[in-house]
C-alpha cells in the first residue's frame, strides 16, 4: 500500500451515502492522514422547477434527513466526522479547504448537467485542490464495459447479454475504523424539515413502502427480504403487485440515494443462491439492476438529451400543455380508475409500484398526449426513489423517444382487470362513495 499523505482530505458525498462499498471513503482514508466528511443539503434541489415543481418535495426530503442522520452515526463509529449544510458546496466547500489546508477532495463521479455545474463553480474556486471522482454508483464498472458510450447499444436486450457475457462484477470495497485523532470538533446540525421548508408529517398507514432512510435500514431490508423470509426466491412472480410491502424488494429509494450500492444487493444475492439455490426470481432482481444500469449507460451516451423533448431518438411528436388535465392526472381525477389509484397513492406517499409508473405514464404520454417531461418533473419531485437516470430513462422509453424499440401503449383498463381484478388496490386509495 502506498504511504500516506500528511494532510487532509474531504470525502464529499454526494448520491453515495453509505459507509459500505465506498470508494471515494476508502480512497481518503487510506491515501491521507486525515479525512473530514461533508454533505450539503444543496438548496437548488429545493427550489421550484421549470414546470412548477419542487425539485424534492418532502417525502424524499423526509428519507434523506434519516439518510444522513444514519450517515453520520456510522461515519462516527469509524472515527470519521460529518459537517452538514444547509447551502450551496461552491459557497461552503473553498472555505473547508482552506481551514483544514485540504488538498484533495474525493468524491462520487457525477455527469448531469446540474451536478456538472456545481463541478465547474467548485474547480475554478479551487485551483489548487485535486480532485478525485470516481463511479459509484453502478452495478457493471463504465470503465470496464467501455472506452467509447457512443458505442452503447440503443437496444438494452444486446447490452444486457453483452456485460453478462463478458465484464466481470467487482468485489466490495470495506473500510476500518481510524485513528480517534481523525475526529474534529463539529458545530454543524442537520436540517430538520422545517429548515427545508416542508411541515413534519406522518407516514400514511396504507403506503407499501414504509421504511426509514438510511445505510442501516436498507441492510436490514436485504437481509430480511433475502435471508428473513427468502422472498427473493418468487419475486418474479410478485413483482408486478400493488398492495403491501413484500411485492417487490423495495431496495430502489435507498440505490437512489446510494445507501445501498448494486453490487452489495449482487453479492447478497449470490451468497443466498449459494445457500438456498437459484432460480429465475433470483436472477431477476440481478436482471432489473443492469435495467438500472443501461439508464445510467444511455445518460453517459446521449448527455442532456435525456431532458429534451424529442429525447433520444430526435422524434418530433405534437406534444399538449393541458394545465387541467395535467392536474386532473397529478390529483387523481381523470376518466380512469387505475390510474386514479396510482396517482393518489403517490400523491399521499411518495411511492408507486413498477407496474403503476409504467401506466400512469404511458396514460399521461400516449392517451393525452401531454408533454412527457412534465411528468418526469413530477415524478423527480416526489418520488421517494428518484433517481435522474432512471426517472427520465424510463418516462422516454414510454412515451416513445427512448429506447423502447417497440414504442408501446399501455391498455390501463386491460392492466387493471389484469393485475388489480379483485379492486383491491384501487378500492384502498379510491374514495368510496354510497351513490
Not at 434527513?65 to 469509524?78: G, M, Q, V, Y
Request: include cysteine.
Amino acid at each position: 500500500m502506498q504511504k500516506k499523505q500528511n494532510n487532509t482530505s474531504v470525502i464529499w458525498f454526494r448520491n453515495n451515502l453509505r459507509t459500505l462499498d465506498n470508494t471515494s471513503l476508502f480512497k481518503a482514508i487510506h491515501h491521507h492522514e486525515k479525512a473530514i466528511a461533508v454533505y450539503f443539503f444543496d438548496p437548488k434541489y429545493f427550489e421550484i422547477d421549470t414546470f412548477g415543481f419542487k425539485k424534492t418535495e418532502k417525502f424524499r426530503a423526509k428519507f434523506l434527513i434519516e439518510t444522513i442522520t444514519d450517515l453520520k452515526r456510522n461515519l462516527a463509529d469509524l472515527n470519521i466526522t460529518l459537517l452538514t449544510y444547509f447551502k450551496n458546496p461552491e459557497d461552503k466547500l473553498p472555505k473547508i479547504c482552506e481551514e483544514f489546508s485540504v488538498e484533495t477532495i474525493y468524491t462520487q463521479k457525477e455527469w448531469t448537467d446540474e451536478e456538472l455545474q456545481t463541478n465547474h463553480l467548485l474547480k475554478k474556486a479551487l485551483p489548487n485542490v485535486k480532485f478525485i471522482e470516481d463511479f459509484d454508483q453502478f452495478l457493471y464498472h463504465p470503465n470496464v464495459v467501455s472506452n467509447d458510450y457512443s458505442k452503447i447499444p440503443d437496444v438494452f436486450t444486446n447490452f444486457r447479454k453483452g456485460v453478462e457475457k463478458k465484464v466481470r462484477i467487482e468485489a466490495e470495497i470495506s473500510v476500518s475504523k481510524v485513528n480517534e485523532t481523525n475526529l474534529i470538533d463539529n458545530n454543524t446540525k442537520i436540517p430538520t424539515l422545517e429548515d427545508l421548508g416542508f411541515e413534519d408529517f406522518s407516514t400514511n398507514r396504507n403506503t407499501a413502502f414504509p421504511f426509514k432512510g438510511g445505510e442501516t435500514e436498507a441492510l436490514k431490508r436485504v437481509n430480511y427480504y433475502l435471508f428473513e423470509t427468502k422472498k427473493v426466491s418468487v419475486y418474479k412472480n410478485t413483482r408486478n403487485g400493488l398492495v403491501g410491502i413484500d411485492y417487490s424488494t423495495k431496495f430502489s429509494p435507498w440505490l437512489a440515494n446510494g445507501s445501498l450500492s448494486a453490487k452489495t444487493i449482487y453479492w447478497r444475492i449470490k451468497q443466498y443462491e449459494k445457500e438456498f439455490g437459484s432460480n429465475e426470481s433470483t436472477y431477476w432482481v440481478i436482471f432489473e439492476l443492469i435495467w438500472r444500469d443501461y439508464f445510467k449507460f444511455i445518460s453517459l451516451k446521449y448527455g442532456s438529451k435525456i431532458f429534451q423533448i424529442e429525447g433520444i431518438l430526435d422524434v418530433k411528436y405534437h406534444w399538449n400543455n393541458n394545465s387541467k388535465a395535467i392536474s386532473q392526472w397529478i390529483q387523481g381525477k381523470t376518466k380512469d380508475n387505475f390510474v386514479n389509484a396510482n396517482m393518489i397513492e403517490l400523491k399521499e406517499t411518495g411511492w408507486m409500484s413498477n407496474r403503476g409508473r409504467q401506466n400512469v405514464a404511458s396514460y399521461f404520454a400516449k392517451e393525452l398526449l401531454l408533454d412527457w417531461r412534465i411528468g418526469a418533473a413530477y415524478f423527480e419531485s416526489i418520488l421517494l426513489d428518484y433517481d435522474v437516470h432512471s426517472n427520465y430513462g424510463n418516462w422516454m422509453y414510454v412515451s416513445g423517444v427512448g429506447n423502447d424499440p417497440r414504442d408501446r401503449k399501455f391498455n390501463t383498463q386491460f392492466q387493471a382487470q389484469n393485475y388489480d381484478g379483485n379492486y383491491k388496490f384501487r378500492n384502498l386509495w379510491l374514495e368510496k362513495t354510497l351513490f
